[in-house]
């Protein structure tokens, strides 16, 4: 029964392993999910996607601001992954702005969001931000943060 009792009290360096091999994997799967999510939303010519629109079910979305056909006057960004996004702080007054959605093809609509928001979350690398977005960028990112928690900009259209 010796041997049972090493096992226990020393954390034997294979359990140790294990719990680092499943760790490896999960980190894996998340850098994985982020460079499929970035090359999707550049292929929809988009400028942001959310993790369940691939049916993934994580609090995850890219923010890839760049002006394109629909949104001419977008800011050019750096395809950011936001994870375990939240909004701290924001602005009183709600302003509409246009707003599609890659999984509601073909419908555009008018949507009231805050023109500031302060936000905070973990980059790709696991690093905490904190940030204060403005207009078009705010908006991508209130757009994203509702499909985490169910809801599409229909649902926000007064
Ligand atoms: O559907 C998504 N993301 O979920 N993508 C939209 C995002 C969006 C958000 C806000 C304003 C305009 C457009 C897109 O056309 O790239
Ligand atoms: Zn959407």
Same mark, same amino acid.
């Given at each position: 029964?010796?041997?049972?009792?090493?096992?226990?009290?020393?954390?034997?360096?294979?359990?140790?392993?294990?719990?680092?091999?499943?760790?490896?994997?999960?980190?894996?799967?998340?850098?994985?999910?982020?460079?499929?999510?970035?090359?999707?939303?550049?292929?929809?010519?988009?400028?942001?996607?959310?993790?369940?629109?691939?049916?993934?079910?994580? %609090?995850?979305? $890219? &923010?890839?601001?760049?002006?394109?056909? /629909?949104?001419?006057?977008?800011?050019?960004? !750096?395809? *950011?992954?936001?994870?375990?996004?939240?909004?701290?702080?924001?602005?009183?007054?709600?302003?509409?702005?246009?707003?599609?959605?890659?999984?509601?093809?073909?419908?555009?609509?008018?949507?009231? %969001?805050?023109? $500031? &928001?302060?936000?905070?979350?973990?980059? /790709?690398?696991?690093?905490?931000?904190?940030? !204060?977005? *403005?207009d078009f960028v705010a908006r991508i990112f209130q757009h994203e943060l509702d499909h985490l928690d169910g809801i599409v900009f229909l649902?926000?259209?007064?």
């Amino acid at each position: 029964m010796a041997e049972i009792r090493e096992v226990v009290q020393l954390g034997h360096p294979l359990l140790r392993t294990q719990a680092q091999y499943v760790e490896n994997v999960q980190e894996q799967r998340i850098q994985n999910l982020v460079d499929d999510l970035i090359a999707t939303v550049g292929q929809a010519n988009g400028v942001g996607i959310a993790a369940p629109q691939v049916a993934e079910c994580c %609090r995850l979305f $890219i &923010v890839a601001s760049r002006p394109n056909l /629909r949104y001419p006057y977008a800011p050019t960004m !750096e395809p *950011t992954a936001m994870i375990n996004p939240k909004i701290l702080a924001h602005s009183t007054e709600a302003v509409k702005g246009w707003e599609g959605c890659l999984s509601i093809p073909g419908i555009r609509g008018l949507v009231p %969001r805050y023109q $500031i &928001v302060e936000v905070e979350y973990s980059d /790709r690398n696991g690093k905490l931000q904190k940030q !204060e977005l *403005t207009d078009f960028v705010a908006r991508i990112f209130q757009h994203e943060l509702d499909h985490l928690d169910g809801i599409v900009f229909l649902d926000r259209m007064e």
